[in-house]
């Protein structure tokens, strides 16, 4: 097909004048590789006005064009607009294809418009995303705000010093202790609000939304031992004359150097103890296993192993992502809630599971349109409480 003929098509299309005997030739023509630049452009400019150019990072546009396509294949594609029937007429079935692919134009270029076939989440305020923010609990009972901006010396803790070095860290600095002077800290971050820490010996700590942990401001010489609460992944500084342990309701994990992660909310059931790499032992009612990288031991009524664990989306939210495939709803939902400190309502029962990948920085609202583009779920939001529905 010519260019200018498939440009005619897509344009009739988005004027709402393309003939239903139209539709098989158009939805033929966009499986063609070859109509890549023609369909990105033409979609683009609707998009935006024609403020925005089409891209010129070859990669991004492939991967973003071949996802969009391989949705609007499906007929059975669950599109942004209301509820349909599995078995859905010809028309219906492109006008949901051709849908998906604006919505997947919309968030390449980031234009933040909406589709006049989309019911928009309805929200009174948006919601803003969680960020570097933390209360630090010192020995002597007082409480020192975290955030982003301070930097400098904080207070002195035993023979070691605390200090913030700004971009949400906080660092411990001081030699190994006797008994005698040790002394704890314990850093908590609320609903929507994520920290890093230092440890003394070297460690370093990326704490997540509603999480604590506990420590010694400086370390004995022959154990290293913390606490904690919600999730938090660790990067053990080696010393093979002192195992680093973990202590976490139902489960204690310990390790000499290694990278793991945590996961000890009390909603989502066992604690998940997941290994990146070295190893780890994880104990439980007198029972301990030993992982291996790509591992995750679940910890609550006894040890479950589970292999090939998908530690980059495990690990996404440490580095501003989320990255959900083809989970629960019920799961995505959890993670939302105390990333953007909003209570979350289920008004129906919605089985089905969803993938998502976003930044974590983005506010409520554009998640949660992102989510609704995989069909069969809405969202209203009610100040800072979300009601989930089909």
């Given at each position: 097909?010519?260019?200018?003929?498939?440009k005619?098509?897509l344009?009739?299309?988005?004027?709402?004048?393309?003939?239903?005997?139209?539709?098989?030739?158009?939805?033929?023509?966009?499986?063609?590789?070859?109509?890549?630049?023609?369909?990105?452009?033409?979609?683009?400019?609707?998009?935006?006005?024609g403020?925005?150019?089409t891209?010129?990072?070859?990669?991004?546009?492939?991967?973003?064009?071949r996802?969009i396509l391989?949705?609007?294949?499906?007929?059975?594609a669950?599109?942004?607009?209301?509820?349909?029937k599995?078995?859905r007429?010809?028309?219906?079935?492109?006008?949901?294809?051709?849908v998906?692919?604006?919505?997947?134009?919309?968030?390449?270029?980031?234009?933040?418009?909406?589709?006049?076939?989309h019911?928009?989440?309805?929200?009174?305020?948006?919601?803003?995303?969680g960020?570097?923010k933390?209360?630090?609990?010192?020995?002597?009972?007082?409480?020192?705000t975290?955030?982003?901006t301070?930097k400098?010396?904080?207070?002195?803790q035993?023979?070691?010093?605390?200090?913030?070095?700004?971009?949400g860290?906080?660092a411990?600095?001081?030699?190994?202790?006797?008994?005698?002077?040790?002394?704890?800290?314990?850093v908590?971050?609320?609903?929507?609000?994520?920290?890093?820490?230092?440890?003394?010996?070297?460690?370093?700590?990326?704490?997540?939304?509603?999480?604590?942990?506990?420590?010694?401001?400086?370390f004995?010489a022959?154990?290293?031992?913390?606490?904690?609460?919600?999730?938090?992944?660790?990067?053990?500084?080696?010393?093979?004359?002192?195992?680093?342990?973990?202590?976490?309701?139902?489960?204690?994990?310990?390790?000499?150097?290694?990278?793991?992660?945590?996961?000890?909310?009390?909603?989502?059931?066992?604690?998940?103890?997941?290994?990146?790499?070295?190893?780890?032992l994880v104990?439980h009612?007198?029972?301990?296993?030993?992982?291996?990288?790509?591992?995750?031991?679940?910890?609550k009524?006894?040890?479950?192993?589970?292999?090939q664990?998908?530690?980059?989306?495990?690990?996404a939210?440490?580095?501003?992502?989320?990255?959900?495939?083809d989970?629960?709803?019920?799961?995505?939902?959890?993670?939302?809630s105390?990333?953007?400190?909003?209570q979350?309502?289920?008004?129906d029962?919605?089985?089905?599971?969803?993938?998502?990948?976003?930044s974590?920085?983005?506010?409520?609202?554009?998640l949660?349109?992102?989510?609704?583009?995989?069909g069969?779920v809405?969202f209203d939001?009610?100040?800072?409480?979300?009601?989930?529905?089909?």
């Amino acid at each position: 097909m010519e260019q200018t003929r498939l440009k005619v098509l897509l344009r009739r299309y988005l004027d709402n004048s393309l003939p239903p005997s139209a539709l098989k030739e158009l939805i033929a023509e966009l499986q063609q590789d070859t109509h890549q630049d023609t369909v990105l452009q033409e979609l683009g400019q609707a998009l935006a006005g024609g403020a925005y150019a089409t891209p010129t990072d070859t990669e991004k546009k492939d991967i973003i064009f071949r996802s969009i396509l391989q949705k609007a294949a499906e007929q059975e594609a669950a599109a942004v607009l209301q509820p349909v029937k599995r078995h859905r007429s010809l028309w219906k079935a492109a006008v949901a294809a051709m849908v998906i692919i604006l919505a997947g134009v919309a968030a390449y270029f980031a234009a933040g418009h909406r589709f006049t076939n989309h019911r928009p989440v309805l929200a009174r305020q948006d919601v803003q995303p969680g960020g570097n923010k933390a209360m630090l609990l010192l020995a002597d009972g007082r409480y020192v705000t975290l955030d982003s901006t301070n930097k400098g010396t904080l207070a002195q803790q035993g023979s070691a010093t605390v200090s913030q070095t700004g971009g949400g860290q906080l660092a411990y600095d001081g030699p190994n202790a006797n008994d005698k002077e040790i002394v704890y800290n314990t850093v908590f971050t609320p609903r929507g609000g994520q920290f890093r820490i230092v440890l003394p010996d070297g460690t370093k700590v990326w704490l997540n939304a509603a999480s604590s942990l506990r420590f010694p401001t400086t370390f004995p010489a022959n154990e290293r031992r913390v606490e904690i609460n919600g999730e938090a992944y660790f990067e053990v500084a080696p010393q093979q004359s002192s195992p680093f342990k973990v202590a976490a309701p139902h489960a204690e994990v310990t390790v000499l150097g290694t990278h793991f992660n945590v996961n000890s909310y009390m909603d989502d059931g066992a604690v998940k103890t997941t290994l990146l790499e070295g190893r780890v032992l994880v104990t439980h009612q007198g029972r301990t296993v030993a992982l291996k990288p790509g591992q995750q031991a679940q910890t609550k009524d006894g040890i479950r192993i589970l292999e090939q664990i998908d530690t980059d989306a495990l690990m996404a939210w440490k580095d501003g992502r989320f990255s959900c495939n083809d989970i629960p709803l019920e799961d995505i939902m959890r993670q939302i809630s105390r990333w953007y400190d909003v209570q979350v309502i289920f008004k129906d029962n919605i089985t089905d599971t969803y993938s998502v990948e976003i930044s974590r920085d983005v506010p409520l609202s554009k998640l949660l349109q992102f989510l609704e583009l995989s069909g069969g779920v809405h969202f209203d939001v009610n100040e800072k409480t979300i009601i989930v529905k089909k």
